[in-house]
C-alpha cells in the first residue's frame, strides 16, 4: 500500500479559522481559538496519522500588516513555516471579499517556487448566502488570486468539506514513510499549549483593545501527589489601567478567566488542574526587544 506523508503549512490572515481547522482535522484541542485576530501567536505542528498517511500541519499566525515589533515577529513566523513544506494551503474567509492582506498574500504565494504545491481552501462555506452564483462568484474572485492551485470549500466550524479536501491534500504529498510516531499529535509541551488556553480565555473574556495587549507565561507546572497539576501563570498587559480590567470588579473578570482556562485545561490533559493566575504590567511590552525575548517572542535574524 502506498504511503505519503509530509509538512503542510497553514497560511493566512488573521482570523480566517487556521486553528479551528487543525483542531476540526485532528478530532481535539491543541490549538487556541477565539474570534479575535493573532489569537495564533507561534508555528505549531499538527500531526495527523492514518493508515496510509501523516500529515504534519504548520499551523502559523495571522499574516497582516505589522505595527509593531511583535507583529514583526507574527508575520516572520508565518513566512518562515513556508520553507521546505510539502504543500502550502491557503486558507481563505469565503464569507467575505478578499481584503488587502488577502491580495498580498496570494502575490506572495505566486512567487514560491513552483516545485511546492499549494491549495486554496475556502473557510466558512456556511456562511455564504444560499445563492449558487454568489458562491461561484467568490470563488472564482479568491482562486484568481492564485494561479494554477485546486480549490476546496469547507467550513472548519461544522467540520464540513473536510474529507474531501483531504484526500485531495494527501494525494499532493510525496510517497515517503512517516516522520512522527502514530500516538504524537503536537509537537509543543503541555505546558506550552497551557499557555495558549489561559490567553485563549482572556480573548473570549475580555473587551476593547485589551487581549492585543495581553501575553501570558508559565511560570510553574508541577504534577502532585494526588494526581493534580499545578499550574502558575502571569498574565502581562501593556497599562495599569489593563491591569485593573484584566482583575475585575471584586476580581470577578480574574476569576472568569481563571475558570475557562482551568476547563479547557483539563480537558487536554485529562486530570484536574489548581491554576493560580497573577497580573503585571510591562510598559509597551509588544515593542520591548527585552520582553519579547522573555515572553518568547524572538525575532530571529
Known sequence: MTHRSGFVAIIGRPNVGKSTLLNALLGQKIAAVSPRPQTTRKRQLGILTTENAQVVFVD???????KHKLGEFLNQEAQEALDGVDLILWL?????EPTEDDIQIGGMLNKVARRTPRMLVLNKIDALKADADGESVREKTYSDLLSQAPVKKVSAAKRTGLGEMMETLISLLPERPAEYPEEQITDLYEREIAGDLIRE????????????SLAVRIDEFTERDNGMAYI????FVERESQKGIVIGEGGKMMKSIGSAA????EEMGGRKVFLELRVKVEKDWRDNPNALKQLGYVKKK
Open 201 to 212: 480565555a482572556c480573548l473570549l473574556q475580555l473587551r476593547d483593545e485589551v487581549p492585543h
Open 232 to 235: 502558575g501563570a502571569t498574565i
Open 262 to 265: 482551568r476547563k479547557q485545561i
Open 60 to 66: 502559523t499566525p495571522g499574516l497582516h500588516n505589522a
Open 92 to 96: 481563505v474567509d469565503a464569507s467575505s
